[in-house]
Protein backbone atom coordinates (compact mmCIF):
# COMPACT_ATOMS: atom_id res chain seq x y z
CA UNK A 1 0.00 0.00 0.00
CA UNK A 2 1.55 3.50 -1.23
CA UNK A 3 0.18 6.84 0.38
CA UNK A 4 0.53 10.11 -2.15
CA UNK A 5 0.44 13.62 -0.64
CA UNK A 6 1.13 16.01 -3.59
CA UNK A 7 1.72 19.80 -2.63
CA UNK A 8 3.76 22.40 -4.17
CA UNK A 9 0.95 23.91 -6.51
CA UNK A 10 0.07 27.74 -6.84
CA UNK A 11 -0.13 30.88 -9.37
CA UNK A 12 2.88 31.66 -11.41
CA UNK A 13 3.15 34.16 -14.28
CA UNK A 14 3.97 32.73 -17.76
CA UNK A 15 8.06 31.60 -17.61
CA UNK A 16 8.02 31.50 -13.91
CA UNK A 17 9.00 28.03 -12.13
CA UNK A 18 7.53 26.13 -10.17
CA UNK A 19 8.20 22.85 -8.20
CA UNK A 20 5.78 20.35 -7.19
CA UNK A 21 6.44 17.38 -4.11
CA UNK A 22 5.05 14.08 -3.89
CA UNK A 23 5.52 12.49 -1.03
CA UNK A 24 4.49 8.94 -0.10
CA UNK A 25 4.37 6.74 2.72
CA UNK A 26 4.30 2.71 2.73
CA UNK A 27 7.24 0.43 2.80
CA UNK A 28 7.45 -0.21 -0.96
CA UNK A 29 7.86 3.19 -2.09
CA UNK A 30 11.34 2.65 -3.80
CA UNK A 31 9.88 -0.43 -5.59
CA UNK A 32 6.91 1.85 -7.65
CA UNK A 33 7.68 4.13 -10.75
CA UNK A 34 6.41 7.40 -10.27
CA UNK A 35 4.01 9.42 -12.47
CA UNK A 36 2.70 12.63 -12.84
CA UNK A 37 -0.24 13.40 -14.72
CA UNK A 38 -2.23 16.71 -15.36
CA UNK A 39 -5.73 17.53 -15.81
CA UNK A 40 -7.42 20.81 -17.04
CA UNK A 41 -10.95 21.74 -16.64
CA UNK A 42 -12.63 20.33 -19.41
CA UNK A 43 -9.94 18.15 -20.59
CA UNK A 44 -8.82 14.27 -20.17
CA UNK A 45 -6.14 13.36 -17.33
CA UNK A 46 -2.84 14.03 -19.55
CA UNK A 47 0.72 12.57 -18.84
CA UNK A 48 3.12 14.56 -17.84
CA UNK A 49 6.08 12.54 -16.71
CA UNK A 50 7.44 9.18 -14.78
CA UNK A 51 10.40 8.02 -13.28
CA UNK A 52 11.53 4.19 -12.77
CA UNK A 53 12.35 3.10 -9.08
CA UNK A 54 15.85 3.39 -9.51
CA UNK A 55 15.99 6.85 -11.08
CA UNK A 56 17.42 5.72 -14.04
CA UNK A 57 14.77 6.36 -16.74
CA UNK A 58 12.56 9.13 -17.31
CA UNK A 59 9.53 9.81 -20.05
CA UNK A 60 7.87 12.92 -20.70
CA UNK A 61 5.54 14.26 -22.62
CA UNK A 62 6.51 16.13 -25.87
CA UNK A 63 4.46 19.10 -24.95
CA UNK A 64 7.08 19.73 -21.30
CA UNK A 65 10.40 18.07 -22.62
CA UNK A 66 12.97 20.35 -21.83
CA UNK A 67 10.78 22.49 -19.62
CA UNK A 68 10.07 19.68 -17.22
CA UNK A 69 12.22 17.23 -15.09
CA UNK A 70 11.12 14.52 -12.72
CA UNK A 71 13.72 13.50 -10.02
CA UNK A 72 13.24 11.49 -6.65
CA UNK A 73 14.76 10.89 -3.39
CA UNK A 74 14.31 7.39 -2.37
CA UNK A 75 15.46 8.90 1.04
CA UNK A 76 13.33 11.13 1.39
CA UNK A 77 9.89 9.02 -0.29
CA UNK A 78 9.72 11.85 -2.25
CA UNK A 79 9.40 12.58 -6.29
CA UNK A 80 9.55 16.30 -7.55
CA UNK A 81 8.45 17.69 -10.29
CA UNK A 82 10.43 20.77 -11.53
CA UNK A 83 8.55 22.77 -13.83
CA UNK A 84 10.39 25.86 -15.77
CA UNK A 85 9.06 28.22 -18.37
CA UNK A 86 5.71 27.71 -17.61
CA UNK A 87 2.94 28.50 -19.73
CA UNK A 88 -1.15 29.00 -19.32
CA UNK A 89 -1.96 25.86 -20.99
CA UNK A 90 0.58 24.14 -18.05
CA UNK A 91 -2.65 25.20 -15.41
CA UNK A 92 -3.98 22.20 -14.81
CA UNK A 93 -4.57 20.38 -11.52
CA UNK A 94 -1.46 18.19 -11.02
CA UNK A 95 -1.47 14.48 -9.22
CA UNK A 96 1.24 12.10 -9.00
CA UNK A 97 0.62 8.43 -9.23
CA UNK A 98 2.32 5.16 -8.39
CA UNK A 99 2.58 2.32 -10.90
CA UNK A 100 4.51 -1.30 -11.21
CA UNK A 101 6.49 -0.36 -14.37
CA UNK A 102 6.58 3.28 -16.81
CA UNK A 103 3.71 3.61 -17.94
CA UNK A 104 2.05 6.61 -19.62
CA UNK A 105 -1.18 5.26 -18.98
CA UNK A 106 -3.17 6.70 -16.15
CA UNK A 107 -5.10 3.56 -16.14
CA UNK A 108 -1.83 1.60 -15.32
CA UNK A 109 -1.28 4.06 -12.44
CA UNK A 110 -2.52 2.12 -9.05
CA UNK A 111 -2.23 4.69 -6.25
CA UNK A 112 -2.99 8.44 -6.55
CA UNK A 113 -2.20 11.54 -4.99
CA UNK A 114 -5.05 14.37 -4.24
CA UNK A 115 -3.67 16.64 -6.74
CA UNK A 116 -2.36 20.27 -6.77
CA UNK A 117 -3.43 23.37 -8.54
CA UNK A 118 -0.97 25.15 -10.98
CA UNK A 119 -2.26 28.02 -12.96
CA UNK A 120 0.04 30.32 -15.04
CA UNK A 121 -1.16 33.63 -15.44
CA UNK A 122 -0.12 35.54 -18.80
Known amino acids: QVQLVDSGGGLVQAGGSLRLSCAAS????????MGWFRQAPGKEREFVGA????????LYAESVKGRFTISRDVAKNTVYLQMNSLKPEDTAVYHC???????????????WGQGTQVTVSS
Open 26 to 33: GRTFSSYT
Open 51 to 58: ISWAGGSK
Open 97 to 111: AAALKLYTDAAMYNY
